[in-house]
């Protein structure tokens, strides 16, 4: 470990990026089947949030001939994720030497809310690769245009990364204090290329917003599940997202470590070296970095951290906007404090141990949520209508599976009954998932109660075992017997195990 050279911090970047290329996950999110579905079908390419996503990796898709543009969108994920810690690695190599550089490396790489979506085909890999790409050139002082532009791209790609740009602005400024007016000018105008995308993406295509405004900030003004208020259960989520940035916490775990008793070892060895890390850097004598240009750059990653957390705390503790944290959070310790090595070593094997075996592992071998279990068995039943509790991810699922079928799905979060009682008036079988015991997680802990169904008599068709749960399929009938609401009240028991 003494000799540790560059090539040993590249060739750490090399085997993540491996690792995440070889393991991804097969739990992907509704949103991911969307955008496969998307970037296939060459439909609905430009969403305002992150405008320029789905159109990026079609262009890509189209000129390679992808076709199987789920398993391609991952890859690309995972490639850019390893070019994320190639630009950690370049701007701290000035700073840090070889050993402390690698064991950061892979303290980042297996940070549970970065793994997880370098694995998937979700949407915020890319901007943090272009983020990254404008601290990089800002940092190497490069002309504040470029800078400018790189960072507006990561905008184009997701709106979170505002808050990087600005606070890269903020550091441009205050390195150029005798010409900041005109850097704050030229840094402006590279900029303009955000609302010129939106006014032309706006104005050629079809949408549904009434004004460009409104266009940019689409989900908030037309999804009902989006919001951005302070509300007393951001207080509770926050700090859970917060943790599962670094380490992954969730209700498969117990189940996990009882079906395969190793995982304890694994869990136990992760608890050890995350107790010692935190002590020894508690009583570890840290020396701050003298370097006045340094500690601006770390300041300007500070101010990016806070207002990224900030935003995710409004937004009711989304974990999906808290990602680039630990980045934000590595550019302002390594580059403001010098630490000894004992303690980030202990960290990072934490770190490593338990996202590798309690958080990649099985999230590539296993099937985690019923959803899958669902979708298969749609499949064999389509004649039925079905009202169900993750109705985007079944439905985009079973759409990329099967680009034709007519299947009548609906959510149950926001139950009609007259549509319910039609279907039950005609004959339809109406089927549900409402009674799948949940496995606790950060969905759970809010739950969904569909009071609605309460006038409704909720029986068990069939049960379908799924790698840590079992998937309950309910026919829904009508019964004036459960009118009092008992049996609403019970719709939704939560299990930690099988």
């Known amino acids: 470990m003494k000799n540790i050279s560059h090539f040993t911090c590249l060739g750490t970047i090399f085997c993540i990026g491996l690792l995440y290329l070889l393991l991804p996950s097969v739990n992907h999110s509704g949103d991911t089947y969307e955008y496969a579905l998307a970037i296939r079908d060459g439909a609905d390419l430009f969403a305002p ?14 000129t390679f001939h992808i076709t199987d543009t789920l398993r391609f969108i991952c890859c690309m994920n995972a490639l850019f994720a390893a070019g994320c810690l190639l630009f950690i690695n370049a701007l701290l190599s000035s700073v840090v030497e070889n050993k402390t550089r690698m064991l950061v ?3 980042l790489g297996f940070c549970f809310g970065f793994m997880r979506y370098a694995t998937t085909g979700e949407t915020y890999i890319l901007p943090l690769f272009f983020s990254l790409w404008a601290s990089y050139l800002a940092f190497k002082r490069k002309n504040s245009c470029f800078t400018a532009l790189i960072a507006s791209l990561a905008c184009l790609f997701h709106q979170i990364h505002f808050f990087w740009w600005l606070g890269l602005l903020f550091f441009v400024l205050m390195i150029h204090e005798g010409k900041r007016w005109k850097v704050f000018v030229w840094y402006g ?12 993406v706006f104005y050629l295509t079809k949408n549904d917003s009434s004004s460009v405004f409104e266009f940019i900030v689409h989900d908030y003004v037309h999804n009902d599940d989006v919001e951005f208020a302070l509300q007393t259960k951001a207080l509770f989520l926050t700090p859970v997202s917060f943790v599962r940035t670094f380490y992954q916490v969730h209700g498969y775990i117990l189940p996990l470590m009882r079906k395969y008793p190793v995982f304890i070892f694994f869990a136990l060895l992760s608890g050890v070296c995350g107790i010692m890390g935190c002590r020894q850097l508690l009583r570890c004598r840290k020396t701050l970095n003298g370097n006045r240009f340094e500690r601006r750059f770390a300041q300007a990653h500070l101010f990016i951290f806070v207002l990224q957390l ?8 989304n974990a999906e906007f808290m990602v680039m944290l630990p ?24 770190l490593f141990v338990w996202n590798l075996f309690l958080g990649m592992l099985p999230f590539h071998f296993f099937e985690l949520t019923p959803a899958p279990a669902m979708v298969r068995y749609i499949e064999n039943h389509p004649e039925n209508v079905y009202y169900l509790k993750d109705r985007q991810t079944v439905a985009t699922h079973l759409h990329y599976r ?8 609906y959510s149950i979060k926001h139950g009609n009954t007259k549509q319910l009682d039609l279907f039950l008036q005609q004959g339809y079988g109406v089927m549900s998932d409402v009674s799948t015991p949940t496995l606790m997680s950060r969905a759970a802990l809010l739950p969904v109660n569909p009071e609605w169904l309460s006038g409704y008599n909720i029986q068990k068709q069939d049960s379908i075992p799924f790698d840590f749960g079992v998937l309950i399929v309910s026919r829904i009938s009508s019964n004036s017997l459960s009118k009092n609401g008992s049996q609403g009240r019970e719709l939704f028991p939560v299990i930690f195990a099988r």
Request: aromatic share 18%; proline share 3%.
């Open 189 to 200: 105008i590279s900029s303009c290329i955000v609302p010129l995308a939106y006014l032309l």
């Open 327 to 350: 980045f934000a959070l590595v550019l302002f310790i390594f580059f403001r404090y010098r630490f000894q090595q004992l303690s980030l070593a202990a960290l990072t094997i934490s």
């Open 402 to 409: 099967m680009p034709d079928n007519k299947t009548q799905l």
């Open 49 to 62: 949030h992150h405008l320029l996503y789905n159109v990026f990796y079609f262009l890509l898709a189209q």
């Open 310 to 317: 900030l935003f995710a705390f409004i937004s009711d503790g």
């Open 105 to 107: 490396l892979i303290s």
